[in-house]
């Protein structure tokens, strides 16, 4: 038995479909009833985390008319902007491309600025012209176009990482420097929610695959930077005008801002084969565990260490804070998300950074260890927010059901 993608988009509108996020199918799979091929239609997958390979494309106004020729460097919020390809001579109004890692200074870059135009705030645009300077306060509504596109996200999976020295090492893989020997384990990766994961034969997924792109509808491009048969990764586009702020941002590490972006994919179950790779679950997906020093290899994990068992969401216990006049979490959150002894939902992306570095106890979540060598080392700092992920692969799934989202037919191989 096989379907096509417009016979399931078919049974979608009639109301006849059955889809899954790939959390629920998962559960089923757990308690031992694997559903069979003629009662899921779809699957939705997604994952949640730092992506460095994102920029942005913006058509920025920036002065009037003949004001200046043609812009020799521009920034939005301070985050440092590449004006060009093209030079838009005499019209007032710039293109700009920021990388999703510039940054404004230790706590600000382009990840945060994307989520600042997204939320509709106000941004300030200076440029530089033949040695002179013009500002200008803008929206995202102001813009001609905004699109952000990746080089690289959603890898099929990552990777742990220690340090087997004793001397700390600042790392984008870290908030306050990733301490050693043996003594911590940053990770990276939704597990087996995650979209790739969920096709690893590249079966469905390919170049003009619809997806949601930080919550907004995307297309994936292709293959992104650093794919390989073994870890594969997509380069995937969207509108920025139609994402959610709460799908994406900045999020602050020892050696700067990162970006952080969304991805969710429907998986359509085509056939049998398509099916049985939906079926694998957290321990059956490899965490290779590296040396943070060179990414050489050192040992070997599953992702049920990381998210089975273990608390996706961090919660505040303010009986338990005891009211240091420097807190650390406050110091330390990465995304900001802390106000006294309260979290922001909005901004905490789970990484469990407050529940290492409260001196009081105050912020509580499990995040599980490792074991290496013998040594079981604990998980300190979480990348990637499965909570965000389980909740993009909900919104998918009510989208599709509602016939706000359509599966799109592949153009090409992803490969």
Not at 325 to 343: F, K, N, R, Y
Not at 377 to 394: K, V, Y
Request: proline residues 6%; charged residues 20%; aromatic residues 4%.
């Amino acid at each position: 038995m096989t379907r096509t993608i417009n016979e399931i988009n078919e049974r979608i509108a009639s109301g006849e479909a059955s889809v899954l996020t790939a959390t629920e199918f998962k559960e089923r799979v757990a308690s031992g009833e694997t559903p069979a091929l003629d009662e899921v239609d779809v699957v939705t997958t997604g994952t949640f985390g730092v992506m460095s390979g994102t920029m942005a494309v913006l058509c920025v106004p920036v002065a009037p008319k003949c004001a200046f020729e043609r812009a020799d460097r521009a920034w939005l919020n301070g985050v440092p902007a590449a004006p060009g390809p093209c030079p838009n001579e005499r019209l007032g109004l710039i293109d700009v491309v920021v990388y999703g890692t510039s940054r404004a200074d230790d706590r600000y870059g382009g990840g945060h600025l994307f989520r600042d135009l997204v939320a509709g705030r106000p941004v300030e645009v200076e440029v530089e012209a033949h040695g002179r300077r013009f500002r200008n306060e803008v929206t995202i509504a102001d813009f001609g176009q905004a699109r952000l596109m990746t080089t690289r996200l959603a890898f099929k999976n990552y990777m742990g990482l220690v340090n087997p020295s004793p001397t700390t090492v600042a790392s984008i893989f870290s908030v306050t420097g990733l301490t050693g020997p043996f003594t911590e384990v940053t990770v990276s990766g939704c597990g087996d929610i995650n979209p790739l994961q969920n096709d690893p034969g590249l079966r469905t997924v390919g170049v003009g695959t619809r997806v949601l792109l930080n919550g907004g509808i995307g297309y994936l491009m292709g293959e992104g930077t650093r794919s390989s048969a073994e870890k594969p990764n997509v380069a995937a586009f969207g509108d920025m005008k139609e994402m959610d702020p709460a799908m994406m941002g900045g999020m602050r590490t020892a050696h700067g801002p990162e970006c952080l972006t969304s991805l969710a994919v429907p998986i359509p179950v085509l056939d049998e084969g398509v099916l049985a790779a939906l079926a694998i679950r957290n321990g059956g997906v490899p965490l290779t565990i590296s040396d943070i020093n060179g990414r050489v290899p050192c040992g070997y994990a599953t992702y049920a260490d990381v998210w089975d068992g273990t608390d996706h969401v961090i919660r505040a216990d303010p009986e338990s804070c005891i009211h240091c006049q420097d807190c650390a979490v406050l110091e330390s959150c990465p995304t900001g998300a802390i106000g006294g002894c309260a979290i922001d939902p909005s901004l905490c992306i789970n990484c469990g950074t407050c529940v290492r570095v409260c001196r009081g106890g105050a912020f509580v979540g499990r995040l599980g260890s490792i074991v290496l060598d013998g040594r079981t080392i604990p998980i300190s700092l979480r990348q990637s927010d499965r909570a965000r992920g389980e909740a993009l692969c909900t919104r998918l799934r009510d989208r599709l059901l509602s016939g706000d989202f359509a599966l799109a037919e592949r153009l090409a191989p992803l490969r």
